[in-house]
T-cell receptor
Framework: QQQVKQSPQSLIVQKGGISIINCAYE??????FPWYQQFPGKGPALLIA?????SEKKEGRFTISFNKSAKQFSLHIMDSQPGDSATYFC????????????FGTGTRLQVTL | NAGVMQNPRHLVRRRGQEARLRCSPM?????VYWYRQLPEEGLKFMVY????????ESGMPKERFSAEFPKEGPSILRIQQVVRGDSAAYFC?????????????FGSGTRLTVV
């Protein structure tokens, strides 16, 4: 019940396209859902996060869509750029804070020219 | 304001040796978290510490692994008698007390290789 399932495992998008990564969770106690971006050899960096009281959050080219009834959330990267090529992880935690995050298995995004 | 500092960046140990991984949290952060990342996998929670206290160690293997965050100095993750399966990237993160809206900040990790 602690799992967070992430798909796809890898994604290739052309420059300017939309990248979409999906996650699903089982534990209804989760109430904080961040996305992290990780470049090779680096630690994950927080990209954007959402709580269940809103269905969408947008920051620049990055948007989280959240569907509480379906227990799913997704990351949309608009106008994808080669510099966005990285591994993206969704995560979830409960208690309204970032303590003890449960991570998805990651999506390796490649944005081609 | 330096970020979360982890050292060493790379660590090679022979089977049976001890590995000590260090993490200095960001200034003003009193909460430290350790995660392990196996190749091609997501991060797995290991332990959550505050100064001089272990808050949650539910993800830590019961044997050979220990963690501390003393009143002075960095947090230490210690792995005794390492085995090949311990080869992974170990990430430390820190947060302020009661962090909510900004999650926590990860360091660049220590890549442990057991030969």
């Amino acid at each position: 019940q602690q799992q967070v399932k992430q798909s796809p495992q890898s994604l290739i998008v052309q420059k300017g396209g939309i990248s979409i990564i999906n996650c699903a969770y089982e534990n209804t106690a989760f109430d904080y859902f961040p996305w992290y971006q990780q470049f090779p050899g680096k630690g994950p960096a927080l990209l954007i996060a959402i709580r269940p009281d809103v269905s969408e959050k947008k920051e620049g080219r990055f948007t989280i869509s959240f569907n509480k009834s379906a227990k799913q959330f997704s990351l949309h990267i608009m106008d994808s750029q080669p510099g966005d090529s990285a591994t993206y992880f969704c995560a979830a935690s409960r208690g309204g804070t970032a303590s003890k995050l449960t991570f998805g298995t990651g999506t390796r995004l490649q944005v081609t020219l | 304001n330096a970020g979360v500092m982890q050292n060493p960046r790379h660590l090679v140990r022979r089977r049976g040796q001890e590995a000590r991984l260090r993490c200095s949290p960001m200034k003003g952060h009193s909460h430290v978290y350790w995660y392990r990342q196996l190749p091609e996998e997501g991060l797995k929670f290991m332990v959550y510490l505050q100064k001089e206290n272990i808050i949650d160690e539910s993800g830590m293997p019961k044997e050979r692994f220990s963690a501390e965050f003393p009143k002075e100095g960095p947090s230490i993750l210690r792995i005794q008698q390492v085995v090949r399966g311990d080869s992974a990237a170990y990430f430390c993160a820190s947060s302020r007390e009661g962090a909510t809206n900004y999650g926590y900040t990860f360091g660049s990790g220590t890549r442990l290789t057991v030969v």
